[in-house]
């Protein structure tokens, strides 16, 4: 008798633990997918992160920025007589 | 079977009639008659066989699943397993202030597979289209491969580009990233980053130097791939990916912008055919700014000569000439052989030199040590190394590091020629001491200057922000002072570089006009010099500029090299907050303008005083550099 009960339990652990396996194996893959678009996700961000500051590089190219002063926005760099020194 | 057999074929022969009756037509269906062969036999037949089936299917099973387990194992990983690399990028190179010199970004590659390409050849000319390729071309690229299975179709494009022509889904066609580094500064920067090859390994300058230090280590992870190249399962990290490492430099792109203008316009007035300048920072020996003309976009390396890709300040061995003077003078100080005051009667303008002669431009007649400078005369610092030994003359100048690589890294640093006194001849001496018999290279000279800027202590020149060594020192504080302030008489009036005086600091500094060497002599073809230190008060810059074969107007060093200086350093001492240490000069300036204004006006005093403090609030407000411009998004890729 109680070996009988030994053997139902034994094969109901079994059969327990094969379907945790099954989900955690479901799982794992599920979370895999996340990880992966995640990762994904990150170097997205990175790469556009890189080209923004590329953009931004290019943009702030000095011999742009001083064309564009002194052309556009009609900028000149002061003159001796127009730079006052001030004593305090 | 034959066990079979033999009683199938016993059969037809006991039932004989059988086979008669069945030929004469229909006949009632009879009971067959009891078997009589040997059922038990059979039985165990059967059993047998069914056992031996058995057994060589669990031998079988067993052969596979023990005995051969490890190369079924291996076959099948072989199918669907994959180790694949995680691709890095390289680490990016920052301007001392952290503004971005040289970027990676992340390009696709279009490949083939020619064995699959081939197979659907109408598809061939949409791809050529899509790749803006000749179809024949395409064609015949696609042949010579025919037996690989990959080939480049077009690299490093815009990822955009690259979507659209995967988008055509043409069986055999797929991307690869890849990354492009891009330097958005241009050719400004190009000789000190350098560049790196189509594999993102450093080529030449600071992306070769540090190359170990940028380039990541690509990882590696094995996965389980279906069919189509989808990724099924993670199974294990091999390698986890080690991105390359940021790199902050010591250059100041802003610094580094002026020198490149200026040294531009520099030679385009002049008409010189290349040129160098380098800015040191005195306290560290970082350098600040490093520009050569000609010079080449990194963003298209292999356009252009190939001159125009060497890193002349680094590489290229000039005499000094003039520039020195200085040393010359401390070195005659530092031995005791002369003073401060020590008068050298020049006349008649040239000194016996063996078989030649030492010449002035000018005769100088008589003139103290500070004069010797001021006026840069041959004959003087002839003089003084004749109070010099061929052996104290050669330790000196070695101790500032002329004859050897000043190792800054730089990959192709060149030591100079400086020979050891044992292979001078009985003129060399005197000829090293206004700068000719021996050569160096801009940033010798620079390195040389800082360390007489820095109290005699000399610094190994660095690329890095941040590292730099123990300074050695070189020279006594006291007489590397003295000479700083010899020195400041060239900017001043009766110098011979007044173009390189900057209102409101006094500047330090050595003009030099070096005649170049040729093949038997020296040609009438010239390099101007201007080296110099500011403010004299405690300097901050050192700064070498060379203009090399003016062809246009004068050639002197004070005039060609003279401006370059001043417009920097006045740009790189107002960017950097230094404090003027001559505002008496600029007061007065000042009120020189003030007063021509007022003449100009006819105002009263009063109201002019009114004006120049609202004056003074307005150019405090505009600084032209600096101002803010915002561009429109999206426009530069």
Redesign the interface.
């Known amino acids: 008798m109680s070996r009988a009960i030994l053997l139902g339990m034994l094969v109901l652990g079994i059969v327990a633990s094969a379907l945790l396996v099954v989900r955690d194996r479901h799982q794992h893959?599920q979370e895999?997918i996340a990880?992966?678009k995640l990762e994904k996700a990150r170097d997205e961000l990175?790469?556009e992160f890189?080209?923004l500051?590329?953009?931004?590089?290019?943009?702030?190219?000095?011999?742009r920025?001083?064309q564009?002063?002194?052309t556009r926005?009609g900028?000149?760099?002061?003159r001796?007589?127009?730079?006052?020194?001030?004593?305090r | 079977m034959s066990v079979f057999g033999r009683v199938w074929s016993g059969k037809p022969r006991r039932d004989g009639r059988d086979a008669k009756r069945r030929d004469t037509g229909r006949a009632p269906a009879r009971p067959r008659a009891r078997s009589q062969f040997n059922l038990r036999g059979r039985l165990m037949l059967v059993c047998g066989t069914l056992a031996l089936c058995s057994a060589a299917l669990l031998a079988r099973a067993f052969d596979l699943q023990v005995v051969d387990k490890a190369f079924y194992q291996q076959q099948g990983a072989a199918r669907f397993l994959r180790e694949i690399p995680i691709a890095t990028s390289r680490g990016m190179i920052t301007d001392r202030n952290g503004e971005p010199l040289a970027v990676s970004s992340p390009v696709e590659s279009i490949w083939g597979n020619p064995k699959e390409l081939l197979k659907a050849p109408q598809r061939l000319p949409q791809l050529a289209d899509a790749l803006g390729m000749e179809r024949d071309e395409l064609q015949r690229r696609l042949s010579q491969r025919a037996d690989k299975e990959f080939v480049y179709l077009k690299r490093r494009i815009n990822p955009d580009e690259a979507k659209r022509i995967l988008a055509l889904e043409i069986p055999g066609v797929a991307s690869q990233r890849e990354y492009r580094r891009f330097y958005p500064q241009g050719e400004a920067m190009a000789h000190v980053l350098g560049f790196t090859n189509i594999d993102d390994r450093g080529q030449e300058g600071l992306e070769l130097a540090f190359d170990d230090w940028l380039r990541g280590t690509p990882g590696a992870k094995r996965v389980i791939r279906d069919r189509r190249g989808r990724i099924v399962e993670n199974v294990d990290l091999v390698r986890a990916a080690q991105p390359g490492r940021d790199l902050a430099i010591s250059i100041d792109r802003r610094i580094q912008f002026l020198a490149h203008r200026e040294l531009r316009n520099a030679l385009a007035e002049t008409g010189a055919s290349s040129g160098s300048a380098v800015v040191l920072d005195v306290a560290t020996g970082e350098v600040l700014a490093m520009v050569n003309l000609p010079t080449f976009n990194p963003n298209a390396v292999g356009s252009g000569p190939r001159d125009a890709y060497r890193n002349r300040a680094v590489t290229d061995l000039l005499e000094p000439g003039s520039t020195m003077k200085p040393l010359t003078v401390a070195a005659g100080l530092e031995l005791g052989v002369i003073s401060a005051d020590s008068l050298f009667n020049t006349n008649p303008g040239w000194i016996r030199n063996g078989r030649y002669r030492t010449n002035d431009t000018h005769n100088y007649g008589v003139l103290d040590t500070t004069g010797v400078i001021r006026k840069s005369s041959n004959v003087g610092a002839a003089m003084i190394a004749r109070r010099l030994t061929n052996t104290q003359f050669h330790e000196f100048l070695s101790r500032f590091g002329y004859g050897k690589s000043t190792g800054s890294g730089f990959p192709g640093e060149a030591a100079g020629a400086f020979p050891p006194p044992d292979r001078w001849d009985g003129t060399s001496k005197q000829t090293m001491s206004y700068g000719y018999a021996l050569s160096v290279t801009p940033l010798q000279i620079a390195s040389a200057y800082a360390a007489l800027g820095n109290g005699g202590a000399l610094h190994q020149p660095s690329f890095v922000k941040g590292q730099h060594g123990k300074s050695r020192q070189v020279l006594d504080p006291k007489i590397a002072g003295d000479v700083l302030h010899m020195m400041q008489t060239v900017t001043e009036t009766g110098g011979t570089a007044t173009q390189a005086a900057i209102l409101g600091y006094h500047v330090a500094g050595k003009t030099g006009t070096s005649r170049k060497a040729s093949a038997g002599g020296y040609s009438r073809r010239y390099i101007g010099y201007f080296a110099g230190l500011v403010p004299v008060v405690k300097p901050r810059f050192a700064m070498v500029v060379a203009v090399n074969d003016p062809t246009k107007g004068s050639y002197y060093g004070g005039i060609v090299a003279g401006p370059v200086f001043r417009n920097v350093m006045e740009g790189a001492l107002r960017l950097m907050d230094v404090p003027p240490d001559d505002i008496d000069t600029w007061l007065a300036a000042q009120a020189a303008a003030e007063a021509k204004r007022l003449k100009g006006n006819g105002l009263a005093p009063a109201t002019a005083t009114a004006n120049a403090t609202s004056d003074a609030a307005v150019t405090a407000t505009a600084d032209p550099v600096v101002s803010a411009v915002v561009p429109a998004a999206g426009a530069v890729r």
């Open positions: 893959r895999f990880l992966t990175n790469i890189g080209r500051q590329l953009e931004q590089a290019t943009w702030a190219e000095s011999h920025v001083d564009v002063a002194r926005l900028m000149v760099f002061p001796t007589e127009d730079i006052v020194v001030l004593r």
